[in-house]
C-alpha cells in the first residue's frame, strides 16, 4: 500500500524525528502511522494536510488529487462552468480543452510578437 505520510515527507526532506515535533507526537507515532500500524488522529490529519498543502483525502489513499481548490474559492460562474463541464461526453470535454488550449497559444503568439 502507498503511504503518503512518508512520500510527503521525504518529498519535504523531513525526517520522523521532525516531523514528530512538528506534530507534537512521539517518533515512533510517526512510525507507526507510516507502517501502518497505528491510525493518524483528525488533529493530526488536518495539521499534516495544512503542512504539505494536500487533502486529507490525498494523505488516507481516498484519492489520487493532492489539492483540490476549495468551493469557497471559485466564484458563481467558475462553478456554473465545472458544473456544466461535468455534464459533457469525453468528446466534448476534449474539444473545450482544445479550444482552451488555443487561447492560450493565441495570446502567447500575441504577447511574443508585442516583445519583438
Do not use: W
Request: aromatic content about 6%; hydrophobic content about 35%; overall charge neutral.
Amino acid at each position: 500500500m502507498i503511504n503518503r505520510i512518508k512520500e510527503l515527507r521525504e518529498e519535504k526532506g523531513m525526517t520522523q524525528q521532525r516531523l514528530s515535533i512538528e506534530l507534537g507526537v512521539t517518533q515512533e507515532a510517526v512510525s507507526g502511522y507510516e507502517n501502518g500500524r497505528h491510525f493518524i488522529s483528525m488533529p493530526c490529519l488536518l495539521k499534516l494536510s495544512e503542512m504539505f498543502n494536500v487533502s486529507c483525502d490525498y494523505i488516507l489513499c481516498l484519492s489520487d488529487i493532492r489539492n483540490i481548490t476549495a468551493i469557497k474559492d471559485l466564484s458563481h460562474e467558475e462553478i456554473q462552468l465545472i458544473s456544466d463541464f461535468r455534464t459533457l461526453l469525453p468528446s466534448e470535454r476534449a474539444m473545450v480543452k482544445g479550444y482552451i488550449n488555443g487561447i492560450y497559444d493565441n495570446r502567447s503568439k500575441k504577447k511574443s510578437s508585442i516583445e519583438q
